[in-house]
Structure formats: structure tokens, C-alpha cells
């Protein structure tokens, strides 16, 4: 009686012509046909892994184990067309013999019905495990290589920036793209100065920054997209720094970086970042920070004014909370997500006060911090000595123990000499050639005006008091930046110009 038989075949590229799914099936009826062999059925999976897909996963194999149709035998070319992993291809074997059917391998010569072929077929298996592991192993390897180098080593490249040919040697490496960087510096700062996503998001739509290639190709849109925004101002290439994730096989975005082997710290190309990388991990934070319904998606079809978000805080709780932009009974107000306390309609009178108290005022801005010294790297050691210290509480293995307390000690050792460098934080105030009221009448857009109001108020906050029957003004406290300058500025007296005449 002729032996009835399936045929499967698996490929993960394509192009693989040596292995292609056409030879697979053709040396399969070809064995079949040698044999007498019916074949009653094929199964195909093509484009797929054996090393990250077992054969339970595969719409293929899930067919053929489902499949109505009796057959005595399943042939396939190789072994490792089956499975790369022992556990995954005894697995595999065990499920066919459930079903009364046996695995035959063209090129391995092995049939599974017999003693002979189940023990050869183990050993190759644990071979093909071995050589899936030591290519994957290889491939690591180099790409670490590469990336410590400096080089690109493929996939989408950040917007803002290029791979342009490595002026060291061969590859390429990453270099800022002098038509886009820009943008993304106009980003970056607008998000620093606390603008939200969207606000950024609208600014790149005002000044016909162009889309990423790939968001444009795949989407067909014709402006920026929210998440476009954030996953950019979250790219740890702002700071010159690379995204590493070995072993990462989710389709979540790892957030570990590429260190240096001795210090752990990341490791930093200058002549692509924009900003350190402590002002990068403050960008990040602040990000995260941003709870608001104001920041989300949905919030974007809100018709109430973001001039004043950011700047509203509840003054209900030991400490201050950001209140959210709404509305309450079609008007434009602020609420806590904590207590529920609201209040409507301050705007207003909060631009009253700011041009009777600032107005008149010449405009000072306070520049961003200056890390001295050997400071610039102190906030990144702590973060990483933090990390390191969470990683030695958690461990059980005296090996990584181990080298887990050398990494601490020589941060420590790097913290010590930087420190002896007598770094200083530096907040320089510049004095600009307006008034707040000047530069507030010439503001065109909500974040030139958000630009001035920043550099005059700190913040406001909001205590309960009465509602209803107009806005109660006693339960707003402004917090004012140099609030030594406040209040209109009286007019010199005769005397006084005729002294300063005499000067």
C-alpha cells in the first residue's frame, strides 16, 4: 500500500534561491515519487523565522497539523526548515505522532518512523540550535562593533539627520542634515520652554517643516502627526546618544542606550547631538510629566485657549498640582484631576495683571542652567549610580555582583575628580532692548505671547474660595519672575530731570 505523505516548507527570505520554496517542494516530490509515496497535501510558510517563530505559530504548520486530509508521513528538506531549536522540533515530532504520522528529512536522510532516524534527527536538531545561536551571537557581535565605531548599521535614520560616508574608514556614519536640524531644534526648544506636543506639532505645520520620508510614503498626510512629534523629541540622538536594546524581541521601544564597557555611561557623539544629555533626560522627564488631557491626542480638537497651560496649579495639597485645561458649562477653565476644584474665565484677568504689573517693565529672560567645569557629566554619573545600585539590590549572581560594585566604584572615583573641578550652576539673566508690553503688542502667535508671559510669571496658584458671580480674584496667587520690578514705573519729577540733565 502507498504511503501517504505531506510536503511542508518553510523559508525566511525570499530571495534565498539556494533554498527557495520551489526547490523545497520539488525535492520533496522528487523523494516522495522514488518511493512510491502519494503526496496528498502542501504547506507553505514563507517569510518567516524558525529561530523567533515556533512551529505552532507558523499559519502553515497550524494548517497542516489541522488539516482534515490523512497522511502517514510529512516531508520537508531539511531539519532546520522545521525548527532551530531542540525543544521546538521534539515539540513538533511529538505532535505529528499524536496524529499517526512520522517526519522524513530529504537532505539529512532521516526518517522519523524509524530508531535510527529519531537519533540522528536529536543530534542534528541540537546542531541546528547551536549554529542558530552562534549566528545570532556573530551578528550581535558585529553589530555592537559597529555601533561603538560610530557606524550606522541600518534601519530608519532619525529625522534631522543622515548617514553620510564614515571620513575614517569604511560605512557610514550619522551627521546632522542641514536642511532638517533646524527643525528639530525649533522643537526641542519649544517643548523645553514647556509648550506642549501639539503646540510643537502645529509650529512644524506653520513653517512647512518637511514629514519624515517613511510618515509620508506610508501615510499620504499632509502635515505632522502627534506621535511623529513625540517619538522625535524622545530620540535619544537629540543628545548624541544611540538606542541599544540587545535581546529586546517585543515590539515596545527599549529605552537602554550604548554604554561604555568600563564606566557604563552612555556613550555620546557631540558632532551629532544638540543638547547634553541631561538636558535630554529634563526634555524626557518633563514629557512623561505632561499628564494633562491637554497633551493627549483627543484634546487637540479643544477650542480653549493653551496660553496659560502649565502655568495653572492647585494649591489644595502639600504640593502644588498642575491643573487641566477644559471647560465647564461651554467656559474656558482650569481643573485639579486630584480635587476637582475648577475656575473659569481667569485668563482675562490674568493678562490684566501681567500688562499693569510687567508691562512697563524692561523684559528680562533667564537663560537656560551652565554646567561648568567637569559638571556637564555629574548629572548623568547619578543617574547611571542610581541604576546600578536599583541592579545590585536585585541581583542573586556574585558574578555580576561583582562586576556590578567595580562599575559603582569607578562612577564614584570619576564623581570625586569632577567634583574637585568646583563646578558651579549659573543661571544668567538677559536683559532684553523692550518692555514685557512691547513685546507683548508685537507677539503675532499664542507662542510668541507664551514666549513673554514665561519670562514674567512663574506660575499661578489656585486656592478654593467663592464661585459663582464673576471670578473671584482673591483665590489666584501669581508667583512673578524678579518680582523686585512690578507695578508701573512713576515718572520722574522735575528736579529729578533737571539733575539728570546735569549729568
Given at each position: ?151 550606522v ?129 529634563a ?37 502644588p ?25 481667569i485668563?482675562p ?5 501681567f ?11 533667564v ?6 567645569g ?18 545590585l ?9 561583582d ?19 568646583a563646578?558651579?550652576?549659573?543661571h544668567?539673566?538677559v ?21 513673554v ?15 459663582g458671580r ?34
Amino acid at each position: 500500500m502507498s504511503r501517504r505523505c505531506a510536503i511542508y516548507a518553510r523559508i525566511s527570505i525570499s530571495s534565498e534561491e539556494s533554498v527557495s520554496i520551489g526547490r523545497q517542494i520539488e525535492s520533496a516530490q522528487q523523494y516522495a515519487a522514488a518511493r512510491g509515496w502519494q503526496v496528498v497535501a502542501t504547506f507553505v510558510d514563507e517569510g518567516v523565522s524558525a529561530s523567533r517563530n515556533r512551529p505552532e505559530d507558523r499559519a502553515g504548520w497550524r494548517a497542516l497539523m489541522e488539516s482534515t486530509e490523512p497522511f502517514e508521513a510529512v516531508i520537508i528538506w531539511k531539519l532546520d526548515r522545521l525548527a532551530r531549536r531542540v525543544l521546538d522540533f521534539h515539540l513538533a515530532n511529538e505532535a505529528l505522532k499524536g496524529r499517526g504520522a512520522g517526519l522524513v528529512a530529504v537532505e539529512n536522510a532521516i526518517d522519523m518512523a524509524t530508531p535510527d532516524g529519531r537519533l540522528v534527527a536529536g543530534v542534528l536538531a541540537q546542531f541546528a540550535e547551536y549554529e542558530a545561536e552562534a549566528i545570532a551571537a556573530r551578528v550581535r557581535a558585529a553589530r555592537r562593533h559597529l555601533l561603538h565605531a560610530g557606524r550606522v548599521v541600518g534601519g530608519t535614520v532619525p529625522y534631522g539627520w543622515r548617514s553620510v560616508p564614515n571620513p575614517d574608514g569604511p560605512g557610514l556614519v550619522l551627521a546632522q542634515d542641514p536642511d532638517r536640524i533646524g527643525y528639530v531644534r525649533g522643537a526641542a526648544e519649544r517643548a523645553m520652554r514647556g509648550g506642549s506636543i501639539y503646540s510643537v506639532v502645529q509650529w512644524l505645520d506653520e513653517v512647512g517643516a518637511p514629514l519624515p520620508r517613511a510618515s509620508q510614503a506610508r501615510r499620504k498626510r499632509t502635515g505632522w502627526h502627534y506621535g511623529t512629534v513625540e517619538r522625535l523629541l524622545r530620540s535619544p540622538t537629540l543628545a548624541g546618544m544611540t538606542a541599544y536594546n540587545p535581546g529586546n524581541t517585543t515590539k515596545a521601544r527599549g529605552a537602554e542606550l550604548l554604554r561604555d564597557p568600563g564606566t557604563g555611561l552612555p556613550v555620546v557623539d557631540e558632532s551629532v547631538a544638540i543638547m547634553s544629555p541631561a538636558e535630554w533626560r529634563a526634555l524626557v522627564k518633563a514629557l512623561d510629566d505632561r499628564d494633562s488631557a491637554q497633551t493627549k491626542p483627543r484634546a487637540m480638537r479643544s477650542k480653549t485657549s493653551p496660553l496659560l497651560s502649565g502655568l495653572v496649579w492647585c494649591g489644595e495639597h502639600d504640593e502644588p498640582v498642575r491643573m487641566h485645561r477644559g471647560t465647564t458649562q461651554g467656559r474656558a477653565s482650569f481643573y485639579c484631576p486630584r480635587c476637582h476644584q475648577a475656575i473659569s474665565n481667569i485668563e482675562p484677568y490674568v493678562l490684566e495683571q501681567f500688562l499693569a504689573l510687567k508691562g512697563e517693565h524692561v523684559r528680562w529672560s533667564v537663560v537656560e542652567e551652565v554646567l561648568e567645569g567637569g559638571a556637564a557629566e555629574l548629572p548623568e554619573i547619578e543617574h547611571r549610580l542610581s541604576e546600578f545600585g536599583t541592579a545590585l539590590q536585585a541581583t542573586d549572581d556574585d558574578e555580576e555582583a561583582d562586576q556590578l560594585t567595580e562599575q559603582i566604584a569607578t562612577l564614584r572615583r570619576m564623581r570625586r575628580k569632577l567634583r574637585q573641578e568646583a563646578p558651579k550652576v549659573v543661571h544668567r539673566p538677559v536683559r532684553h532692548t523692550q518692555t514685557y508690553g512691547e513685546d507683548w503688542a508685537e507677539a503675532e502667535s499664542v507662542e510668541e505671547q507664551r514666549a513673554v508671559l514665561d519670562d514674567a510669571l512663574e506660575s499661578i496658584t489656585i486656592r478654593r474660595g467663592r464661585v459663582g458671580r464673576g471670578l473671584d480674584t482673591s483665590r489666584l496667587t501669581f508667583q512673578w519672575r524678579f518680582p523686585e520690578q512690578l507695578g508701573p514705573i512713576e515718572s520722574p519729577d522735575d528736579q529729578t530731570l533737571a539733575a539728570w540733565a546735569e549729568e
